[in-house]
């Protein structure tokens, strides 16, 4: 790991581009989903299109964060075992280049497990459906909706839920027992953007000028 990081190597590099482009891919999809959820809370008709954006931006930062997650915490291990010692190197390494970050939203595994693991609660819910007593009141699960509140839809009697939708006025995207404030990977991946930035003055530059990723060469 040392020849990695020694100043005159270039092959560093590629942890910090990475964690340039994920932090950022996380801050744009949040923004996003910001954005889309502000505009689908106001009187203007809603289009199922939209509906689809916000869930997808919604994904897109849950797998980035995931990605910024296992770069500096290595929270999924190497398959290849003779990377091991080389793996906790790199994490040590990138703890301390980023100044040992919390990033508390970032580091938990919840919100990616609720992706994952989706069709398993799919499947539960059907399950209960199917064995559930004639005489037992059921529930109708808000299924890719917008709600403006969560007391507007749910109620007191217990006969409405959130499966999957946003809520508006808090910010929050629910999958059932999951929820992701969106503002909060946002600010995390902001921390890193900050410091990156410093890092990858030159790329930084270009990313801003021209509104996308840039073109990189790294010599290996």
């Not at 942890?15 to 009187?43: M, P």
């Not at 500096?72 to 010692?85: C, E, H, N, Y």
């Amino acid at each position: 790991m040392e020849k990695v990081i020694e100043g005159e190597s270039h092959v560093w590099k590629m942890y910090v581009f990475e964690l340039n482009r994920q932090a950022r891919t996380c801050k744009t999809a949040c923004d996003q989903a910001l954005k889309l959820g502000d505009a689908l809370r106001s009187e203007k008709p809603v289009r199922p299109l939209d509906l689809e954006e916000l869930s997808e931006r919604v994904e897109q930062a849950v797998s980035s964060a995931d990605s910024l997650r296992n770069l500096i915490f290595g929270s999924v291990k190497p398959r290849d075992k003779t990377l091991a010692a080389f793996w906790a190197d790199r994490i040590r390494w990138i703890q301390n280049l980023m100044g040992y970050p919390a990033l508390p939203t970032i580091k938990s595994v919840s919100a990616r497990n609720s992706l994952e693991h989706f069709d398993e609660r799919m499947d539960s819910w059907a399950q209960a459906w199917a064995h559930r007593h004639p005489d037992e009141v059921g529930w109708v699960g808000a299924f890719d909706c917008v709600v403006k509140s969560r007391d507007a839809w749910e109620g007191s009697d217990g006969s409405k839920g959130l499966i999957r939708c946003y809520i508006a006025d808090e910010a929050i995207f629910v999958r059932r027992d999951d929820e992701l404030h969106i503002p909060t990977p946002m600010a995390e991946a902001n921390t890193l953007i900050r410091r990156l930035c410093t890092l990858t003055a030159a790329q930084t530059a270009m990313w801003k000028s021209s509104g996308a990723a840039p073109q990189i060469l790294v010599p290996l």
